[in-house]
């Protein structure tokens, strides 16, 4: 046995357990809000285990090497690095002390100013848009009310049916006078059916823009210019209109005469009789047929004109909402006649170039 050597290997000697000293207690992260569970040996006979309430990190060195028992414990080593992880050093964090932050005024230290500059410039911008407001409302104010537009949007369905009927048959209704109210002011559309609104001229003229678009794309020739074209027709067609009604009112001194707006929903009526002669277009009637339903149209659109514009030239003292007309002569009657004729034989011509797609 000699000749396999003299010496015997030294003992093994195996790593005695050991816990560290001291372990940091790690903060509460968003990710984790129930911290960390610490995991421990199984107590000794007769001990009761403790409870554990505090979180500890997930590595914790729970052996050493058996040549640091002389040494002083060593502070816990740092997880090893993976790709993605942050090396910033993780700081506790407490949602309930985080500091709220402020809303920040508007910075114009970007733009080269400085805070007295931006305020002087914004009350200049201010002063500006104020006085703009106070030319348009003096100077326009008078001819579109902007305030009260939305009085002739004030409409019902039975509204809307029963001013249909009246514009295809006029000749049905009686009365065309509107009412006034007590305080001084006309009835809405909703309450009075004589009174003008904007909804109807409005989806009427939209609606004969798409006719003349289907028309177009039925004799496929459709182009995307069709419908700058139709809109543009049925605009210069509503401002010519109003452009002679007003004039007309101009020359022949007619005082308390309706206004803007009253004056274009007067001319935008005459797309319903229009709208009717294209849809009986698009039924197959032509020729001797398609010409009596234009001319029905048009006497249907003159006729209410006639009676509805009466009360603009000719009013009624008694119907005056606000103030009593003076006495007209007889001279002057007759002139404000022959204007209502004239602009009643002018809606052929407009009907005939609108009906033209």
Request: aromatic share 12%.
């Amino acid at each position: 046995m000699s000749q396999f050597g003299s010496h015997s290997p030294p003992p093994l000697r195996h790593p005695v357990p050991t816990h560290p000293a001291y372990i940091p207690e790690p903060p509460s992260t968003p990710a984790s809000p129930q911290g960390y569970q610490r995991f421990s040996s199984s107590p000794a006979p007769g001990q009761q285990r403790p409870q554990q309430t505090q979180a500890y990190p997930t590595h914790v060195p729970a052996y050493t090497s058996p040549f640091q028992h002389s040494q002083p414990p060593m502070p816990p080593m740092a997880p090893p690095y993976q790709p993605g992880m942050n090396m910033h050093p993780m700081q506790p964090q407490n949602p309930a002390q985080q500091p709220v932050p402020q809303a920040m005024g508007s910075d114009f230290t970007a733009w080269g100013l400085d805070g007295a500059t931006a305020q002087l410039g914004m009350q200049l911008g201010h002063s500006a848009v104020a006085a703009g407001q106070d030319y348009v409302q003096r100077n326009f104010g008078t001819m579109i009310p902007a305030n009260n537009i939305k009085t002739y949007f004030n409409v019902s369905n039975s509204y809307v049916i029963n001013k249909l009927r009246l514009l295809l048959f006029p000749w049905m209704h009686k009365s065309y006078f509107r009412r006034p109210r007590a305080q001084g002011e006309w009835l809405p559309p909703r309450e009075d059916l004589n009174s003008p609104d904007l909804y109807i001229p409005v989806m009427a003229i939209f609606t004969y823009i798409l006719l003349s678009t289907l028309h177009s794309g039925i004799a496929e020739h459709f182009s995307p210019l069709v419908l700058g074209e139709s809109a543009s027709r049925a605009t210069a067609v509503v401002l010519l209109d109003f452009a002679f009604v007003k004039l007309g009112c101009y020359i022949l001194n007619i005082p308390g005469s309706s206004q803007m707006v009253e004056l274009i929903a007067y001319g935008g009526y005459k797309f319903v009789g229009i709208i009717f002669t294209l849809a009986a277009g698009f039924l197959g009637l032509k020729g001797m047929l398609w010409t009596i339903v234009f001319l029905y149209a048009f006497a249907a659109n003159a006729f209410f004109l006639l009676r509805s514009l009466r009360a603009v030239v000719l009013p009624d003292a008694s119907a005056a909402p606000t103030h009593a007309t003076g006495t007209v002569t007889q001279a002057a009657r007759r002139r404000r006649i022959v204007f209502l004729f004239l602009e009643a034989l002018m809606q052929i011509f407009y009907m005939g170039w609108l009906v033209r797609i």
